[in-house]
């Protein structure tokens, strides 16, 4: 009798156990699904898109004056009021960086700036000189980096006019989001944000830049998702490539298959 009651016992426990393990992980997955950072894009279903009831709000960021133009740099962004945490635009406080910080950007290599804010979806170029404005970009994304030059009196080194920036514009892993995630494009522009010129292939994020002075090419460090998992991380391989400032096209590998095999070679030989 004992020996029924501890398997009836058992058993129970067991269910009981089962159930609760399947209650917890619909908790967590609902509350990771309301967590979820970045764009949430708008589906075809019908269904869905009458249930879209939030009120999404326009935020301006504070101003950059671009230099050596008549444009003025208007980050925007949009607060969703849904009951939660506003994860609208959002400038970095002064206080996460050091003396370089200013306004809602700071000092960069060569010269240049970036901008520092959370979830900027767009940027307005505003003409101060006839009141002209145009968006730089005519879809959702989210422009993850923002590079634009910014020379003082005293600065008398050499001088690019350009914009580098990283847009997420796609969502590439299909998961209903544009967020980090996702792969990120990188274009030259010039400076009155007009002529964007795509740099870098499909499915990759941009890791560094750099200037080769004498030659005016740019190199870029670039993670390609190369094992297809809709991810970019420490799996995935790095890429040097390089494309012209005066000329933009999308970059070269500038390492070749035989150094590759090379380099592979001599780490075979390490335990």
């Not at 914009?163 to 990120?184: H, V």
């Not at 993670?223 to 012209?244: A, L, Q, V």
């Not at 000329?247 to 030989?269: Q, T």
Request: charged letters at 25%; a negative charge; aromatic letters at 12%.
């Amino acid at each position: 009798m004992n020996s029924k009651r501890l398997i009836l016992g058992i058993v129970i426990g067991g269910i009981v156990g089962a159930v609760l393990v399947l209650l917890v992980m619909i908790l967590f997955e609902n509350n990771r699904s309301d967590n979820k950072d970045g764009l949430q894009l708008v589906t075809t279903d019908s269904t869905t898109t009458n249930e879209s009831t939030n009120q999404q709000i326009l935020v301006y960021g504070d101003y950059v004056d671009l230099d050596s133009t008549d444009y003025l740099l208007i980050p925007l962004g949009m607060k969703v009021f849904d009951g939660k945490e506003d994860k609208g635009l959002r400038s970095k406080s002064s206080d996460e960086y050091s003396d370089s910080y200013t306004g809602n950007y700071r000092s960069y290599k060569y010269n240049f700036y970036t901008l520092d804010f959370s979830n900027c979806n767009n940027i307005i170029f505003y003409n101060k000189q006839n009141d002209e404005t145009h968006l730089l970009l005519q879809k959702p994304a989210i422009i993850s980096q923002f590079y634009f030059p910014y020379y003082d009196k005293e600065y008398v080194g050499e001088k690019y006019y350009f914009i580098l920036l990283g847009i997420r514009e796609d969502d590439t892993n299909m998961d209903g989001y544009i967020n980090t995630d996702d792969a990120e494009t990188v274009y030259l522009s010039d400076l009155a944000g007009r002529n964007m010129f795509k740099i870098t292939p499909d499915n990759t994020q941009l890791i560094d830049w750099f200037i080769d002075m004498p030659t005016k090419n740019i190199l870029l460090k670039v993670r390609f998702d190369t094992n297809k998992d809709k991810k970019f991380n420490y799996y995935d391989e790095i890429e040097i490539m390089k494309t012209s400032i005066d000329s933009p096209v999308e970059a070269k590998k500038i390492i070749g298959k035989e150094i590759k095999a090379n380099i592979k070679k001599i780490l075979d030989k390490i335990k």
